[in-house]
Nanobody, 121 residues
Framework: VQLQACGGGLVQAGGSLRLSCAAS????????MGWFRQTPGKEREFVAA???????YYADSVKGRSNISRENAKNTVYLQMHSLKPEDTAVYYC????????????????WGQGTEVTVSS
C-alpha cells in the first residue's frame, strides 16, 4: 500500500488542523493505521492509531485534543487536532501495519512521505 499524507501547515497556538492520509490499494480496510511525528534529532513518536475494527489509541500528549478516524470507502485516515501547542510542531507521518504494537513505529510496514505542522506561539 502507498500512503500520501497532506493537511499540514502553519497554525497559531490554540488552533486546529486536520491531517489526511490517502492510501492506494484494495486492502486498506485490513490495515491498522497510525500517525507518528518527528522533530529534528528525535525519534519518531507515536501520536494516534486506529485498528481495522475502529478501536483508537492516543499518545498521552495528544489525548483529549485529537481524534483519529478512517473512511474505508475513500481509503483515507484522518487526524483532527485541536488546541494545538508549539510542542506539536513536527513532521507528521501516516503509517499502515497489520501486526505488532500500535505505538511502535517498527511494527508498521508502510509509510507516507510526511506533512509538516508548525504551531506558532
Amino acid at each position: 500500500v502507498q500512503l500520501q499524507a497532506c493537511g499540514g501547515g502553519l497554525v497559531q497556538a490554540g488552533g486546529s488542523l486536520r491531517l489526511s492520509c490517502a492510501a492506494s490499494g484494495r486492502t486498506f480496510s485490513n490495515y491498522r493505521m497510525g500517525w507518528f511525528r518527528q522533530t529534528p534529532g528525535k525519534e519518531r513518536e507515536f501520536v494516534a492509531a486506529i485498528r481495522s475494527g475502529g478501536a483508537t489509541y492516543y499518545a498521552d500528549s495528544v489525548k483529549g485534543r485529537s481524534n483519529i478516524s478512517r473512511e474505508n470507502a475513500k481509503n483515507t485516515v484522518y487526524l483532527q487536532m485541536h488546541s494545538l501547542k508549539p510542542e506539536d510542531t513536527a513532521v507528521y507521518y501516516c503509517a499502515a501495519g497489520t501486526t505488532g504494537w500500535v505505538a511502535v513505529a517498527g511494527d508498521y510496514n508502510h509509510w507516507g512521505q510526511g506533512t509538516e505542522v508548525t504551531v506558532s506561539s
